[in-house]
C-alpha cells in the first residue's frame, strides 16, 4: 500500500468518525418548543439570539420558537403540552393559579412590564390625566388599568376602546393611550407627532415582562432542562444586547412585517429603559425574580379585585432557577 493511499484511508477513516460524533451530538440535544407571546420582535431577542448564536444548544437544546399571536391561547397550549415553555405574564400566571392551572413561572427577560401610556406633549405625567379621554384595550381592563384606576383616582367613564388604531390619538390632543415604546411610540414619532410615553413601571406597577412560564410537572420531572434553559435565555439577552444583528435576522424571517428600523428604534428603548439589565438584574444578574416583587403584584391584584386573596401565589414562580444563575449585564 502506498504511502498516499494510507493517508487517504486516514484522511476517511477521520471523516467519518467526525460525521458520526456530529450525529451524536445532534441526536444528544434534547428537543424544546417555546412558544412567544405575539409576532416576533426585539422584546423576544434574547430568545432568538440563544437560538441564533448556538447558545441552546451549548446547553444540549434544540430548540424551536413557535410565534404566537392575538389569537392564540399560550397557557392552554402549554397546559395541553404542544409547548415546553411559554413567554408569559405574571398576572395570566396568577389567574391560572387561580382556576387550577399547573403553570410556574420560572425566569423573566424583563425587570418591568413594558407597558405605559402616550400622551401628548402637554401632559406632564401619569398622575395629569384627569379631563383626558385614556384608550384601553380589553386586555388593560384585566391588568393595569384597575392599577391605575386605584393610584390616581381615574374612572371607567374617562375610557373608550382601544382598537390598536392611533387615528384617534392622531385626532384629539384631548387622547391618551396605552402602548408600547416600541410599537405605538415608534409609528407616532414616524408621522413627526410629538408624543410622550410613560412607563407604568416607573410608578409603582409591580408585574415582570416576557417571563419564561412551564409546567409544575416540568420543574418537577426536568429540572435540570429547566435550569439550561433559563441560563441559556438569560445569556441570549446579553448577547443580544451587545450585538442584535443575529437574533434580528431570524426575527424578520418569523415576522415578515418587521422593518430594521423598528428593530433598532426597539433596541434602542429596551436599553435605555433598563428593563433587562436594570432593577434587581444590575446586581444579582439578567433574568432574576425576587420574592418581593411577586408579594407587590399578587397584592396588587387583589387589591384590584382581579384575583381572590386566598389564592396561594407562592405556586405561580419559583426562584431556584435564578437566584444563583449570576448572568451579569
Do not use: C
Request: net charge positive; charged share 20%.
Amino acid at each position: 500500500m502506498s504511502k498516499r493511499t494510507s493517508l487517504i484511508r486516514i484522511a476517511a477513516v477521520l471523516i467519518a468518525a467526525l460525521s458520526l460524533h456530529a450525529a451524536a451530538q445532534a441526536q444528544a440535544l434534547e428537543k424544546v418548543t417555546l412558544l412567544s407571546n405575539w409576532y416576533a420582535q426585539a422584546e423576544h431577542g434574547g430568545f432568538y439570539q440563544a437560538v441564533a448564536k448556538g447558545i441552546y444548544k451549548k446547553y444540549g437544546m434544540d430548540v424551536t420558537i413557535k410565534m404566537g399571536g392575538p389569537q392564540v391561547n399560550n397557557m392552554q397550549i402549554l397546559v395541553t403540552g404542544q409547548a415546553d415553555f411559554s413567554m408569559g405574564y405574571d398576572f395570566a400566571v396568577l389567574t391560572g393559579i387561580e382556576h387550577g392551572l399547573p403553570l410556574v413561572t420560572v425566569g423573566t427577560s424583563f425587570q418591568s412590564d413594558l407597558q405605559g401610556m402616550m400622551t401628548h406633549a402637554d401632559v406632564s405625567g401619569l398622575g395629569a390625566l384627569k379631563g383626558k379621554t385614556i384608550l384601553v384595550a380589553g386586555s388593560g381592563q384585566t391588568s393595569w388599568w384597575p392599577w391605575m384606576k386605584a393610584k390616581y383616582g381615574y374612572t371607567d367613564a374617562q375610557t373608550k376602546a382601544y382598537t390598536f388604531n392611533l387615528q384617534p390619538f392622531f385626532a384629539d390632543p384631548n387622547v391618551v393611550q396605552q402602548a408600547y415604546p416600541s410599537s405605538e411610540l415608534f409609528q407616532a414619532e414616524k408621522t413627526g407627532a410629538k408624543a410622550k410615553f410613560f412607563l407604568f413601571a416607573q410608578e409603582g406597577y409591580p408585574p415582570y415582562g416576557t417571563t419564561i412560564v412551564t409546567l409544575q410537572k416540568t420543574v418537577a420531572g426536568k429540572p435540570d432542562l429547566v435550569k439550561r434553559f433559563v441560563k441559556a435565555t438569560a445569556e441570549g439577552w446579553k448577547s443580544y444586547l451587545e450585538d442584535p444583528a443575529p437574533a434580528n435576522a431570524l426575527i424578520k424571517q418569523d415576522n415578515k412585517e418587521m422593518s430594521d428600523e423598528q428593530l433598532v428604534y426597539a433596541v434602542k428603548k429596551i436599553k435605555e429603559l433598563k428593563v433587562v439589565t436594570g432593577g434587581d438584574a444590575a446586581t444579582q444578574g439578567i433574568g432574576v425574580m425576587t420574592d418581593e416583587r411577586w408579594k407587590k403584584t399578587y397584592d396588587t391584584m387583589v387589591s384590584t379585585g382581579l384575583l381572590k386573596a386566598d389564592v396561594d401565589y407562592h405556586k405561580a414562580y419559583t426562584t431556584q432557577f435564578v437566584k444563583d444563575m449570576h448572568v451579569m449585564p
